[in-house]
Each structure stands twice: as structure tokens, then as C-alpha cells.
């Protein structure tokens, strides 16, 4: 992994060691590599370095003011799914031309505050959605340029909780309703359909579901535009997986690059992407600390300080995440299986099963790979924990660039009611 290493027999983040992170700024804490960044960005750069596409990083994956503008620099816009992921974007300074707002339940509030920033594009779900934009949009005076979302019915082959462009799914505009979608969006004021978007899923290794969910819009926006609906502008959604486990394919980006150009690359639209995890899953990882080991009758448990509320994917969707320790094991350790599992009282809070381990003894460091993606994003305060730390490093220096909050910070939003009080 670019920016994650071992250097004298120590895990390091660019120049940075891992323990001196855990030293200085505790555990839990997600560390990201500006390394790992650049490197997940470059893979698209360089994959459709002859195509006009922008890549708009979907903010839902690490939405991070850091991360954001480590993003940003490099030339990202952002794909934001709420109002205050679009604040974010524009806070971290992605021009409000590249921000394209996706999400089957965006409020009038969100759709007011969207269209006064000017962003680049509104991908609209559903019909009653198209209605209250419009009505939005005439009370503002301004003209909403927007993108319809199909749901292609493509089955994205990979897990079913993130699988979404299935016609049962809740995403989109049913292709088969799409005509009848253009011609309302057509028909009402303040409205401007120039765009169409498509999203069948996340965490997909394979290019071929692309391919043919791709390749069925491309027939579509042909239709559509013989109807006389000025499309210019195609937003295929994100999606491209990261390995996780060691047999993990990784993607092929020139394949998917191809797969692009040769299914819509004739249609004269621009081109726009929204990926997410590919771009900062492997540039983070999970540092937790080793509280107890515990020597079952069945099992060895370690039993770590970072928690479900930390990092939900394994307990959510049975993800595998690599577990190191941040000392490099012995070459003649002796490896054992483990469960590796959080302090919360639940029996999902397990981190991985019967895991091949070397020697772990409480207070050592361990450290989940590939975490930089829905890991933070989706960490939580359960049990009173504290929300998780997060570091970023960039050569030799690292920040901290969300602080855990303290007890006091925590309480700060909650209040008693004056009938409860003494
Ligand atoms: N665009 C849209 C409309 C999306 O719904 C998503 C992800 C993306 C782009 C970015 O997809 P990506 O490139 O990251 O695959 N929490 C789950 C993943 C949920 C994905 C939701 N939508 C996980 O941890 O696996």
C-alpha cells in the first residue's frame, strides 16, 4: 500500500512512525496518508488521462475538511448527498461548478441552499422531487440545471446492502419511466434536464456490471436525445472497489476507463464520476491499542480499544479488514487464529473471526488496513465513547485534524429539562 510501511521493524505512515502517532494523540485514531491519496487519485488521472471526465469525490466515503482539500488541490470536485456535505465541499474549496448534489431525499431546505450556492448539477430521484425543485427554483428566479437518476436494473454483483441500481432498489427513476421523467422535466419551469446519472453500487472489482449498466444508459440518452431532450452531460456515479482481503482483485482503471469510452465516449456529453472509497479507502488505516487477550476455551480474543462505533463495516456488512500489528512480527513468529473484538456489549462488535495472528500481548498496537472509506465517516458516539481521532500525515509531519472530543464536549449538547432538575 503507497504510503503504509515497515521501516526497522516498525508500521510507519509516510515518514511517520505509528506508535509516536498512538504516543501523542491516543487510540482509537484513523491515520491517512496524503501519499495514499495522491496515489488513489493518480490511478484516475492517469486511467482517463485521454478522456474529458471530472471526478467528483464523493464526500460520503471521508468527509474530512483535510481529506477534502488534500482532494481538492489534486483537482477533485465533490459529490455531496446533504446539505452539510455540500457546506463541507465548499468550505474545503471545491468551486461550487464541480459540486454535483446526489440522494433519494433531499429536503426544500437542502434544494434552497443547493441552488443559491450555484452548484454544478442536481441529480434528482424522483418525480416529486422534480416538482418541488421546480417550485424551488421559480420562487428563486434561477433555472436548476439537472441530471435525472435511472436505475438501470443492473445487478453490481457485490454485497447486498450497497448494491443500488437493482429495480427494487430505492434509487432513480425506473428506466422504463424515464421518457415520461424528461418530458415532465421538459414541461416545467426553472428546470433544465441537461444531464443523466446512473450509480448501480459500490465495492465492485469487476468491470463488467459497468459495462452493461453503461452500455443500456448509452442506448437511452440516444433515445432521449432523438426526443429532443438537450442532454450534455453523463454522470456515471462511483463505485470502483478496493481490494480488502490478500486474494482481493484489484480493479483494472484502464479497463474501466475503456469500458466508458467505448459505451458512452460517442455520445458527445461530458463526462462526470462520482467515486468515493477507491480514492481514500487505502489511504487510511484504524490504530487501536490491545486492552486484554483473553485465552478462551475456543478462542483467543484480543480485545482492543477501537470499537463497532469506530469502524461498523465488519459488524454492518461482514467486511473484512487486514489486521498488522504495528511491530513487525518475528520471521519465525509463531501465527495462531484470533477474534479481534471491541469493548462494546454486543456480539457484533467484532472486528474479524479466527484470524491468523502472531504473539499479540495487551498494549500493543494494531493497526486495520484499507479504512480510510466509511470508517470515520460512519463512526459513532455509542456506549459514550468519544468520537474517533483522525491524523493526517504528510512526509515527516502529522495533524491531528479532528481532535476527539472530550467528555465535557459530549455532554456540551445534551440538557436536562428544568422539571428534572434538584
Ligand atoms: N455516488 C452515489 C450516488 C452513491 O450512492 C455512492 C455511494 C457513491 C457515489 C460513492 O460510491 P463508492 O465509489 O464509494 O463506491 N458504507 C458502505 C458503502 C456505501 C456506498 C453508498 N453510496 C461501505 O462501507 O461499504
Not at 422535466?185 to 465495492?203: D, E, K, R, T, Y
Not at 475503456?258 to 460517442?266: C, L, Q, S
Amino acid at each position: 500500500v503507497p504510503g503504509f510501511h515497515y521501516t526497522d521493524g516498525a508500521l510507519h505512515a509516510e515518514g511517520v512512525a505509528l506508535s509516536a502517532i498512538a504516543a501523542s494523540v491516543g487510540t482509537p485514531t484513523y491515520v491517512y496518508t496524503t501519499e495514499g491519496l495522491a496515489a488513489a487519485w493518480r490511478a484516475y488521472a492517469d486511467a482517463f488521462a485521454g478522456q474529458d471526465v471530472t471526478i467528483c469525490y464523493a464526500l460520503k466515503a471521508n468527509s474530512n475538511l483535510a481529506i477534502i482539500r488534500t482532494l481538492a488541490q489534486l483537482g477533485a470536485g465533490g459529490d455531496v448527498v446533504s446539505v452539510g456535505e455540500m457546506r463541507r465541499a465548499l468550505a474545503a474549496s471545491i468551486p461550487a461548478n464541480k459540486i454535483v448534489f446526489s440522494g433519494v431525499g433531499k429536503t426544500r431546505d437542502e434544494l434552497v441552499a443547493a441552488l443559491q450556492a450555484g452548484i454544478h448539477q442536481i441529480n434528482v430521484e424522483s418525480l416529486p422531487e422534480l416538482e418541488m425543485l421546480s417550485s424551488v427554483a421559480v420562487d428563486l428566479g434561477v433555472t436548476a440545471a439537472i441530471a435525472i437518476r435511472i436505475n438501470p436494473d443492473v445487478d453490481a454483483e457485490t454485497h447486498g446492502k450497497i448494491a443500488t441500481g437493482r429495480k427494487e432498489d430505492k434509487f432513480g427513476i425506473d428506466f422504463a419511466h424515464a421518457g415520461e421523467a424528461y418530458a415532465r422535466a421538459m414541461a416545467l419551469p426553472g428546470i433544465n434536464p441537461v444531464g443523466i446519472a446512473v450509480h448501480i453500487g459500490s465495492q465492485l472489482l469487476k468491470t463488467t456490471p459497468f459495462r452493461k449498466a453503461f452500455g443500456k444508459l448509452a442506448g437511452l440518452v440516444r433515445e432521449l436525445k432523438a426526443q429532443g431532450v438537450p442532454l450534455s452531460r453523463i454522470d456515471l456515479g462511483g463505485g470502483l472497489g478496493v481490494p480488502y482481503k490478500p486474494e482481493d482483485q484489484a480493479p483494472d482503471y484502464p479497463a474501466y476507463a475503456k469500458a466508458i469510452a467505448e459505451t458512452v465516449g460517442d455520445l458527445g456529453c461530458h463526462v462526470t464520476l462520482e467515486p468515493g472509497r477507491s480514492l481514500v479507502a487505502a489511504a487510511g488505516l484504524l490504530l487501536t491499542r490491545t486492552i486484554f487477550v483473553k485465552e478462551g476455551l475456543h478462542r483467543r480474543f484480543l480485545i482492543v480499544d477501537a470499537a463497532m462505533n469506530d469502524l461498523v463495516r465488519p459488524a454492518m456488512y461482514e467486511a473484512w479488514h487486514t489486521v498488522i500489528p504495528v511491530a513487525q512480527p518475528a520471521a519465525d513468529a509463531i501465527w495462531a487464529d484470533a477474534d479481534i473484538v471491541g469493548p462494546i456489549c454486543e456480539t457484533g462488535d467484532t472486528f474479524a473471526r479466527l484470524r491468523p495472528m502472531p504473539p499479540v500481548a495487551p498494549g500493543d498496537l494494531l493497526a486495520f488496513l484499507t479504512a480510510g472509506a466509511y470508517g470515520a465517516a460512519m463512526s459513532s458516539t455509542y456506549n459514550s465513547r468519544p468520537l474517533v481521532a483522525e491524523v493526517l500525515v504528510s512526509g515527516t509531519a502529522f495533524q491531528v485534524v479532528r481532535r476527539r472530543p472530550s467528555f465535557e464536549d459530549s455532554l456540551a449538547l445534551e440538557t436536562v429539562p428544568d422539571w428534572l432538575e434538584p
